[in-house]
């Protein structure tokens, strides 16, 4: 088929990408991130990634945007892609804390993009528009299901507590003031979540639908901060439509008409359509994998039970996009055990502001911090040590309450993917009504 869509798509992805990471230079994310930290929490079976000296982070940050610039310009296209992937998906790796499901999908997209053949062919092979759509859709998919629980269709929670504090929004601030505007909004995004890729994969819905999405990834990136992922999510978006889509466009602004949609583009004189080989067969099967891969690890949630939005096990990665407000607070008890010396350490002295927000309500974090801090305690000579956590956690505007046992030595508490007993039982009941009209 026409290859003008991927051709667009690696257009937009690069300069995005390019934006986003000159964005990171311009507002002192580098050092506020990465450089400030003394520690930064790993990912499971990544904590070899470290984090390299200031003046070559900043280089790579320079050198990644240049790279955007050279991708979407298709030069040296396969060595650039490549590199822009390793070098964005590094940065990603160098602290949990920073995690954003957009950076992920980034990661995704620029990992797909490095494998196809997005250089500037005339026609690619119609498996990659296919696969590029199951990426979107998966997105836009799980981060319906994900609002499938009462505190979102219920209560209205947490976009009533978000609400509450955009009451000065122009225009849109009264409404939001009202008592039905978190329960309404809130259905209105899980029906947006959960039917729009239907309504893109059809013709005659496509255009209003795009529309719709357009309107609706503006809202959500005024009212709330989520970066570049609304832009990210609108670009990607135009996979659905015809894979001529660019260049009927095209047409259409250089000569005032354009050939009928879904007319494909022809193949060179004298170049015979493919056929397929055993390689052929052997990337479709790798793509089928990917796929099933996509589809079942945001599903890894329900091997854990109980509320994930809670023991946070199976969250990342999962496109669950803005389904909890978790303020959180820890303090660790360090006893040395030679002198049976307790000592109370607060994160402050570890983590930077961001850090600890993160870390506040995200068990697997609170114990890298307090393994950390065994480490620190034994290194000064105070060890060995158990290190405890009295940590208070508040889900979608309830009570807080203890997340993890206070009696459990954390120090000792080992790593992996297993279920954590330790975390204590999510909160039963609703999340508790905002009251209204105050704002």
């Not at 439509?241 to 660019?246: G, I």
């Not at 193949?267 to 479709?284: D, S």
């Not at 039982?425 to 609703?430: K, N, T, Y």
Request: glycine content about 8%; hydrophobic content about 50%.
């Amino acid at each position: 088929m026409d290859a003008s869509w991927l051709v667009a798509l690696r257009v937009l992805y690069g300069l995005i990408l390019s934006i986003s990471l000159g964005r990171f230079i311009a507002y002192g994310w580098i050092e506020r991130f990465f450089v400030e930290p003394s520690f930064h929490f790993k990912y499971w079976g990544f904590s070899w990634v470290g984090v390299l000296p200031a003046p070559l982070l900043y280089a790579l940050f320079w050198a990644l945007a240049g790279l955007g610039l050279l991708v979407a310009g298709g030069v040296c296209f396969r060595l650039s892609a490549w590199l822009l992937w390793l070098g964005f998906t590094y940065i990603q790796l160098l602290d949990v804390a920073t995690y954003l499901n957009h950076y992920y999908l980034a990661s995704l997209l620029g990992l797909l993009l490095a494998l196809s053949p997005a250089a500037g062919r005339r026609s690619v092979a119609a498996g990659w528009l296919y696969l590029l759509r199951f990426q979107v859709a998966v997105v836009y998919v799980y981060a319906g299901l994900a609002k499938l629980h009462a505190d979102w269709l219920l209560d209205g929670q947490p976009l009533g507590i978000w609400l509450s504090s955009r009451a000065d929004f122009p225009v849109l601030g009264a409404l939001f003031r009202a008592a039905a505007a978190p329960l309404v909004l809130s259905w209105a995004g899980f029906l947006f979540d959960s039917t729009i890729v239907l309504w893109l994969s059809w013709r005659r819905t496509r255009p209003y639908a795009y529309v719709l999405l357009l309107v609706f990834h503006t809202l959500t990136s005024l009212l709330f901060p989520i970066g570049m992922f609304p832009v990210i999510m609108s670009a990607a978006a135009l996979v659905f439509f015809a894979p001529d889509w660019p260049r009927r466009l095209w047409d259409r602004l250089a000569r005032g008409k354009a050939r009928p949609e879904g007319v494909a583009a022809a193949l060179p004189e004298g170049q015979a359509a493919p056929t397929r080989t055993p390689w052929a067969r052997l990337v479709a099967a790798l793509a089928l994998g990917y796929c099933a891969l996509q589809a079942l690890l945001p599903l890894r949630f329900a091997l854990y039970g109980d509320n994930v939005r809670w023991h946070e096990q199976g969250m990342r990665f999962s496109w669950r996009v803005m389904v909890r407000e978790k303020n959180g607070s820890v303090t660790f008890r360090v006893t040395s055990l030679p002198s049976q010396r307790v000592f109370e350490v607060s994160p402050r002295r570890y983590l930077t502001p961001l850090q600890e927000r993160e870390m506040a309500g995200q068990p697997d974090l609170i114990v890298q911090l307090a393994q950390h801090i065994r480490q620190d305690f034994e290194e000064r000579g105070l060890g060995p040590v158990q290190v405890r956590a009295d940590a208070w956690v508040s889900l979608n505007g309830r009570r807080a309450q203890r997340l993890i046992d206070p009696d459990v030595d954390l120090a000792r508490v080992g790593g992996g993917l297993a279920p954590a007993r330790w975390i204590l039982q999510a909160p039963a009941g609703p999340a508790p009504e905002l009251r209204r009209g105050q704002g």
